[in-house]
Nanobody
Framework: QVQLVESGGGLVQAGGSLRLSCAPS????????MAWFRQAQGKEREFVAT????????YYADSVKGRFTVSRDNAKNTVYLQMESLKPEDTAVYYC???????????????????WGQGTQVTVSS
């Protein structure tokens, strides 16, 4: 069974940093586009960032542009989300997603992605 496993979440003060990781089990995702979404309590899941299978293209939500960086290491089969200058409004459960290249190229649409992780909680205190 294919699974995506996120890690690296936690509690951080406003202005702090965290790095999330996403490592799939069951298969390699080096040929998939990868993305991060987040869902705050009581809100819909929203797009954060995406990276193409090669790592050559990235796309960010306006709310995180300039503060978050998505990257991947295909040799390690891992995707990262480096989060800087965190704000209380970044508090959410963060989800990793993988999509087939043809359908999910630089996509911010949830149903472009085929595989999802269970999420990791990020809490930013003021």
């Amino acid at each position: 069974q294919v699974q995506l496993v996120e890690s690296g979440g936690g509690l951080v003060q406003a202005g702090g940093s965290l790095r999330l990781s996403c490592a799939p089990s069951g298969r390699t995702f080096s040929s998939y586009n990868m993305a991060w979404f987040r869902q705050a309590q009581g809100k819909e899941r929203e797009f954060v960032a995406t990276i193409t299978w090669s790592g050559g293209g990235t796309y960010y939500a306006d709310s995180v542009k300039g503060r978050f960086t998505v990257s991947r290491d295909n040799a390690k089969n891992t995707v990262y989300l480096q989060m800087e200058s965190l704000k209380p409004e970044d508090t959410a459960v963060y989800y990793c997603a993988a999509g087939h290249p043809g359908r999910s190229y630089l996509s911010r649409v949830l149903n472009s992605y085929d595989y999802w992780g269970q999420g990791t909680q990020v809490t930013v205190s003021s």
